[in-house]
């Protein structure tokens, strides 16, 4: 399954043992007196974590700030007037804490993980990254050596480079913003990114996921830490609209191609129904030597070193939804064109058993998709951020009791009205244009 | 350069001087007040008791100025800050987070000065560098990167405690 690329980056060591989970844990938010949400997520493990969830991702940039966000979030641990990033790094280690920035459209997640008796410490650590620290002219070239260094690395991997373009040409503005500065940024200097996370760090665009800890403290040390928090609201975005195009970039080596649509925005109705309008036309086999249950899994089996994904990515008020084929360039074509006449049935109407199928595996790749602790503090910490309420594994795997089979061949119709958005990466001379794919 | 009797300067109170005062040879406690040379050992120095009375200052920074003056730095158009030996890992890293701009007025200055002591020459009275511009733009820097060096040095020689569980 593609999910939405983010970019990571760990620090210090790594928890071995993990917890099978009994049932669903509850998940307690409180908003505390500074104004910032506090969200626990009891796990009963022996190590706990907590993240600042903040409403600092690409969407938040402007054109002055384009790429800043990308600076920022590697500006987590640098620096600040109490204690300097080398000293947070080894201390981190004798502690046996993990710490890391992680970026998606939307938010930044600074998360720290540790042994439970050491949480006000690292709440310390990261109320510390909001309010202290220095942003030195100095750490920026450390910085921006990073920032490329990353962009490079992303270079290496066409899909990223595809699905990252593909949120571009749909969207433009906003959800459209890469993840990854680019060589236009207009960020050179610290004091652009100081300005940016002022911008950024307020009461309103912050959110603080603990899983595994005790709410109440918590609660009490967010308190004590955030009391000199700005409270500012942040301008509103612009509202996402979708857009559609086609891009098309030459590269070496297997040809990769996105087919997207519009999308829906996250916890809805409407992408509880394409989660399962996108099991239903995944090209994906589950098992190892299987040749794979769709329509599409028996086309792609059919090329070597071919792949073909359907994808479904929500935002706060837009989504994603297409179709990620890797091979070569024929095949590919082969691939895309099965796909769109998988979607073209769905659209003339979709068989009980399949409906059914598809219904079960959207409900387990939601209910997978809080497995981890990484996910889970992502999912409730934005869906506070940017909707106010929690919807709980249970509740999300409900939702798709209200799925008909007329709802998801209403949405194949709509799919295949709008304007598609279609990257090309690779040999571009023999990939099809998205007219060619008799949409 | 040789860290095992380095002080840090009062105005630089953090943990991590107290951590390095008590693993002291000489398991004194007290905090002296120590002027840090990034070249080897430190020595004691008077600066603050004298800059906290006003009646010594108001009679010894005259001095201090005339002294200053005699050196004859300020008479090539240096500040004291340039002619900072720049001959080791410290200094260098300090120069190296210097801003560009700052980087390129030092560079200026050191080039004239060389040149003057070339011809045997100083500047003229209008020129020498004015007591206001004297400023230690570097040696801010120089304690925060020697700073940062000791700091490593005592994380790399810590001894680590497990917490009674």
Redesign the interface.
Request: proline share 0%; no cysteine.
């Given at each position: 399954m593609l999910r939405a690329h983010r970019l990571s980056s760990k620090l210090g060591g790594i928890l071995s043992r993990k917890y099978a989970n009994v049932a669903a844990s509850p998940v307690v938010v409180t908003k505390s007196k500074t104004g910032v949400a506090v969200i626990s997520v009891e796990d009963n493990t022996p190590a706990s974590s907590v993240a600042l969830v903040v409403k600092a991702g690409p969407r938040a940039e402007t054109t002055d700030s384009a790429g800043a966000a990308h600076f920022l979030k590697n500006f987590a641990f640098k620096n600040t007037s109490a204690r300097t990033a080398f000293r947070t790094t080894r201390e981190a280690e004798l502690l046996g804490g993990v710490l890391s920035a992680n970026l998606t459209r939307e938010s930044l997640i600074i998360s720290a993980e540790f042994l439970r008796e050491d949480l006000p410490y690292f709440m310390e650590l990261l109320s510390d990254i909001i309010f202290k620290t220095s942003y030195h002219q100095h750490e920026f070239s450390d910085v921006k050596k990073k920032v490329l260094f990353e962009r490079n690395a992303m270079k290496v991997f066409p899909d990223v480079v595809a699905l990252d373009t593909a949120h571009s040409v749909a969207f433009r503005h906003g959800l459209g913003n890469s993840l990854f500065a680019n060589d236009s940024t207009k960020v050179k200097s610290s004091q652009d990114v100081s300005e940016f996370a002022s911008r950024v760090y307020t009461a309103p665009n912050i959110t603080i996921v603990g899983t595994s800890v005790d709410h109440q403290e918590l609660l009490n040390t967010t308190d004590k830490l955030f009391q000199n928090i700005d409270h500012s609201v942040p301008p509103t975005p612009i509202a996402s609209k979708y857009y559609g195009g086609e891009a098309r970039i030459a590269a070496d080596g297997i040809s990769h191609y996105v087919l997207a649509f519009a999308g829906a925005p996250a916890g809805t109705l409407d992408y509880a129904t394409l989660q399962v309008l996108r099991s239903l036309i995944d090209g994906e086999k589950h098992t190892k030597w299987g040749e794979g249950v769709n329509a599409l899994a028996q086309v792609v089996n059919k090329f070597e070193g071919t792949q073909g994904t359907a994808f479904n990515v929500g935002y706060s008020d837009a989504g994603l939804f297409g179709v990620y084929v890797s091979g070569i360039a024929t095949s590919v074509y082969q691939v895309l064109r099965a796909a769109v006449e998988e979607l073209k049935h769905a659209s003339a109407g979709v068989p009980k058993e399949k409906f059914e199928q598809a219904l079960a595996k959207a409900r387990n790749n939601v209910a997978a998709s809080y497995e981890t602790r990484s996910s889970k503090t992502e999912i409730f910490g934005s869906q506070v951020l940017l909707t106010g309420k929690v919807i709980s594994p249970a509740e999300a795997v409900a939702q798709f009791d209200r799925v008909k089979i007329e709802d998801v061949k209403n949405a194949a119709i709509k799919v295949l009205q709008c304007k598609p958005t279609a990257i090309a990466v690779g040999d571009i001379n023999s990939l099809p244009y998205s007219d060619a794919l008799s949409l | 350069a040789d860290l095992k009797f380095l002080r840090l300067s009062a105005s630089l109170n953090t943990n991590l001087v107290r951590e390095i005062e008590s693993r002291d040879i000489y398991g004194s406690n007290v905090q002296h007040q120590y002027v840090f040379t990034h070249l080897t050992m430190s020595y004691p120095t008077l600066y603050n008791t004298i800059k906290n009375n006003r009646f010594l200052h108001r009679y010894l920074k005259p001095l201090a100025d005339y002294y200053a003056n005699l050196s004859g730095y300020r008479q090539l158009g240096l500040r004291y800050d340039d002619i900072i030996i720049e001959e080791n890992s410290t200094v260098q890293e300090a120069l190296?987070?210097l801003?560009p701009q700052e980087t390129d007025l030092r560079n200026i200055r050191i080039r004239n000065a060389y040149q003057l002591s070339l011809t045997h020459k100083i500047l003229p009275k209008e020129k020498w560098t004015k007591p206001e511009e004297d400023v230690r733009f570097l040696t801010p820097i120089i304690e925060q990167v020697a700073f940062?060096e000791a700091?490593?040095e005592s994380?790399e020689a810590?001894k680590?405690v497990r917490k009674a569980s």
């Open positions: - | 190296r987070r801003s940062e700091e490593r994380f810590i680590v």
